[in-house]
């Protein structure tokens, strides 16, 4: 019996030796995922193990880094139907014109509506291989040849090459000899055997996925359904000794992000949200499969003659929901994801074994993109001469793999292109976005905004330093290669609605303008300095302010609001006497009360029986302001309005139910119509400030940004989701970081709970400090409560808080570290339920303002110039205290670096070294200084320094 065996043994070892000596083609496996971002492993493609890679456990991905080569700059599409032609094809997608995602149903382009623009001219039936089909690129595809040079080809997964009805839909015409699973669709209806992966009577949809009858009604994951099914389809190529390509294309990680039971409970423990621990079970369900695969070709003995690959078809998906935590953070320290030209949409992980070829555990930087595939395989497969119907884009990456040259090919731009409107609501680089890259100089054209951005993407992995106005020489050289190719391929633009015109080439709209303040802007930090009234119904209840249930919990009786002492006036000469030189007051707050009488809000003033529903507070308001020369401004919450059960911006109900929506709607245009009103009645405002921002109306939300800018175009506009003329300096302190740049990366910042990714990264630091590369001027707001000291943070009155005003050290203190830092300073004033402002807080303010004139009121000498060094010289020493530099901000930040020296016994002294001016830098001095010569040196500047003001105090 073990004789037999033996020989048995030996019989299958002659065999599959033979069989290797026999099949000189290797066999190529290429695992192909959907929607896997960069970070969504335990395998690091970056320079260091960043936490995402430590949330993950894929262990058979790490074998395969061991086994092979990892490429750290690999590159797909934004989304999933583009890759997968450009990968079938060789093809660039700005070529082949498959630039969105393809529906299921024929001749069903999935463009969103757009306000803007017309749809481009795109593919929208897809991939139709060698038949003619309208609406579809014909090409001779990558299996069609590997079956021909005797390759078997088995397809198993997800396809989505073309829509039903189109010879894409079925992988047959493609040259796939075997298809398991493949159809039109690009996610699956349901992981779940249970659920027959979608294919439930009256229930199935176009994503119910095809085949697997088998496995219905079982606990069997669709991941491992088709690992299953793979391991089959490569058996009888294997004992014909027949070299096979297994088109291995998970559905995962695409949403439904349901849980593979098998793996979810270890992520649910590590504490993460429901969404990312079912996600992360995707994931290891998918590396599962990668290591049942390896092992399935252990067993058979045909390891050393197969050859691996490892691609995603685009970055991981990163809006949420499906996914849970911030938008656009889950590919961190990439920016974006899916969707996106950022590197989160389109940087992959990407591993190729080659035994015998590629050194294990071998790493490149070279940067390849997914039509590489194409040229690439086919070497590896031995296949020299092959003929196409196409123009093939990819280059081969065998170079790299082998190490045998370095072609010069191999450094070629790589280019994107998708000019379709992905999603409903444009995102970081989704819709309207194209994008090249040379070295490690990326240029990303956004064709809504026709605005060119730069990045160094070896220096800024994150995207998050424009550097195009530093560069222009740079942006030119790529927008002018971006544009001679799209125009090479013939690729689909959109066209405007209004002249019917196609959107402008990346070279056709002139280089980056550098960014300066707007009228609106300049005036708000020429200002320097404002107070905001807090007046809302609270006030007058017996309670203490708890934001966290007031902003729920409408409020019994509007009727306690009866201030029998009521005057504005005096609030306005309050404010006027701390030196502010504009003041807000809250039209409305997270009651939803309104302050003057409204005829879009029943919720205010005239419902009063005070003053006989007469009273009109914005009114008095701005009528105060205007004749004690204070700029007026409002303030309008509408994220929160416990009236009508608003919570950030969503009014209550079932989610999606016609109820919800039909609330949504008349709360929508009840804003819209409130906003008109306090445009159009009070004459112009110098600030309008929705707190917390007014969301995008492509959320849900009211549509407020037109409004304001068309009946008070002079006006700051803080802020939507679309735009932020000024930003929260990060804290409410009433300080900001230095430097303070006024510039900003963003145009904006986001509303609500949905800011902007990385705006709230190490404790707001990007807010606080403004970007010295941002392409869009965005000053710092700092703000904070006048009762604001010793543990409490008042923004409305109550009884008892006097011994938290600030004291008058600690206001100057705020000042310095302000308006001294090139912010503007918006303090808080909480009026009584008399209607006044309180005494103690009234005579705080005049302390103030006393003091900061005696202090800056009469500079000891002042001096203006141009240049490397503005000298000050006084006629005698003098002590001094402050020290005060201005810039010409009109031209924007100019000034990068700079010294304060002072001539002190016979040498110069340096006071300061810093970065940032704009409108007001102030040194003061921890020690007097006495000196009768100072000189300010600028160190680096991106132009001449143009300072406007250098005194001392």
Known sequence: MRYKKCILTTAVMVFSITAFNQQKQ?????????????????????????????????????????EGMKFTNAYATPVCTPSRTSLLTG????????????????????????????????????????TPTPHAVQATTLPMLLRDAGYFTVHVGKAHWGSAGTPGANPYNLGFLVNIAGHAAGHPQSYLGKDNYGNIPGKASWQAVPDLQEYHGSETFLTEALTLEAIKAMEDPISRQRPFFLHMAHYAVHDPIQPDQRFVQKYLDAGLPVAEANYASLLEGMDKSLGDLMDFLQQKGITENTIILFMSDNGGLSYTPPRAGTAHTHN??????????????????MLVKWPGKVRAGSSTAKPVIIEDFFPSILEMAGIKESKTIQQIDGKSFVPVLTNSNNRKEMDRALIWHIPNKWQRMDGPGINYFSAIRLGDWKLVYSMRRLELELYNLKEDIGELRDLAHRYPEKVQQLANLLSDQLKIWNAPMPVYKASGKQVPWPNEIGLPVKPRPNAAQLAWQEAELG????????????????????????????????????????????????????????????????????????????????RNGKADLLRDFVDACHKHGIKPGVYIGIRWNS????????????????????RQEHYNRMVESMVTEICTRYGPLFEIWFDGGASHPAKGAPDVLPIVKKYQPGALFYHNDQLAEARWGGSESGTVAYPCWSTFPYSHTGSGESALAGIAKNDYALLKQGDPEGRYWMPAMADAPLRGYNGRHEWFWEPGDEAHIFPLEKLMEIYNKSVGRNSTLIIGITPDNRGLV??????????????????????????????????????????????????????????KAFQIQGFVKGKWQILFTGSAIGHKFIHHLNEPLSTDHLRLIVTESSDEAIISNFSVY
């Open 91 to 130: 093809m660039n997608a700005a070529r082949h014109r498959v630039t969105n995602w393809t529906s299921p149903k024929m001749d069903n382009p999935t463009d969103q509506a757009d306000e803007e623009y017309n749809r481009a001219d795109w593919n929208y039936n897809g991939l139709s291989g060698l």
């Open 531 to 610: 107070m905001i009234f807090h007046y809302d119904l609270h006030v007058f209840d017996t309670s203490k302010y708890r934001q966290s249930e007031n902003r729920i919990r409408p409020v019994a009786d509007y009727n306690q609001f009866n201030p029998k002492e009521l005057d504005v006036e005096q609030w306005v000469l309050a404010a006027k006497s701390a030196g502010a030189r504009f003041a807000l007051i809250t039209a409305t707050h997270e009651t939803g009360f309104a302050l003057y009488p409204s005829d879009a809000n029943p919720y205010n003033v005239k419902l009063l029986k005070w």
């Open 838 to 895: 309180p005494d103690l807080d009234q005579q705080r303010l005049q302390e103030w303002g006393k003091a900061i004139d005696e202090r800056f009121g009469n500079p000891l000498a002042t001096v203006s110039g141009k240049g490397k060094m503005i000298q000050l010289k006084l006629k005698k020493p003098v002590t001094i205290k402050d020290i005060v530099v201005q810039e010409d901000i009109l031209e924007g930040h100019r000034v």
């Open 643 to 662: 009236f009508y059960g608003v919570h950030d911006f969503v009014v209550d109900g079932a989610p999606g139910s016609a109820m919800q929506k039909n």
């Open 332 to 349: 961190y320290p990439l920016r974006a994801g899916k969707g996106s030209v950022y590197e989160g949409g389109i940087r992959e992980p």
């Open 26 to 66: 290797p066999n190529i496996v290429l695992f192909f995922l959907d929607d896997m971002g960069w970070m969504d492993t335990s395998v690091p493609f970056g320079d260091s193990i960043y936490p995402l890679n430590k949330r993950y456990h894929t262990p058979n991905m790490e074998r395969l880094a061991r």
